[in-house]
């Protein structure tokens, strides 16, 4: 994967391309590079971390088999509107599994992309500002090939696309495949068609009209899923004709 050009078909994400064999965490990389100027679209891949992080601080554990990747976007509005670029990223991810067909990939708000069953791929997204200025967002995507070499724990609720569709999946394709339908994804969102996006993701949601309970850091709410925001918060029916909107929390399904 030292070099993607020969397959990459996007028009400007992953054009500067970076590859290490080992780092710490792609994300931190991706910001060093951002910080001494890299553009707009730059990829940084590594074929493992040795500290990559995953949301709420949590350790994201990436050995050899996975393709584990962060990417600099410099785009050109507020915070606000930067938060639903995790959204974005998610809708993004799904178009460029859509090319392994049978594998049927879901999204569970905010940031997870689940396929039979369990978590296929994580998305960390985290942004630079000043005073209310966007200065640049990098958001890191792990997706697991293989769970063989996560810990135990981790097995019982990972997934791996090469155990999902029983073939060894060639990694080179894969990131240029989601670079494809990531650009696709950010392009529409930068020209102002979240409402398509957000609808796009409400037929690709896993919690889509369930009943979930929200673990925010203001305490647990609980209602059905009834979709986005235009702002791309998670809109919960409490009952009672009471709603909620929600900007970031950890989703379980009711049982
Ligand atoms: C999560 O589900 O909590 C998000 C996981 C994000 C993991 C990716 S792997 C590439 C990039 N580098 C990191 O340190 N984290 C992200």
């Given at each position: 994967m030292e070099r993607i050009d020969d397959l990459l078909k996007t028009k400007w994400l992953g054009k500067n391309y970076r590859f290490e064999?080992?780092?710490?965490?792609t994300n931190t990389l991706c910001y060093e590079l951002a910080e001494s100027g890299a553009p707009m679209g730059t990829v940084v891949a590594a074929q493992s971390q040795s500290a990559a992080r995953g949301r709420q601080n949590r350790v994201w554990v990436s050995p050899e088999d996975g393709l584990w990747f962060s990417l600099l976007l410099r785009p050109a509005f507020s915070p606000e509107k930067a938060a639903a670029l995790t959204v974005v990223t998610a809708v993004g991810v799904c178009r460029g599994l859509m090319y392994y067909p049978g594998l049927g990939a879901e999204i569970k708000w905010p940031n997870d992309i689940y396929a039979g069953g369990k978590k296929l791929c994580g998305i960390l997204s985290e942004m630079k500002t000043e005073q209310k200025k966007l200065h640049y967002v990098i958001i890191g995507i792990g997706v697991n090939l293989?769970?063989?070499?996560?810990?135990s724990a981790i097995q019982k609720t990972a997934a791996g696309i090469e155990e999902l569709l029983g073939v060894s999946i060639d990694r080179k394709e894969l990131l240029c495949r989601l670079l494809l339908g990531l650009e696709s994804a950010y392009e529409q969102y930068f020209n102002g068609q979240e409402k398509e996006l957000f609808a796009e993701w409400e037929e690709r949601s896993l919690i889509m009209d369930r009943e979930v309970i929200v673990k925010t850091v203001g305490g647990e709410v609980a209602g059905r899923v009834v979709g986005l925001s235009e702002e791309g918060f998670l809109l919960l029916d409490m009952g009672n004709g009471k709603g909620a909107k929600i900007i970031s929390g950890d989703v379980y399904e009711k049982d």
């Open positions: 064999t080992e780092v710490a965490s293989s769970t063989a070499k996560l810990p």
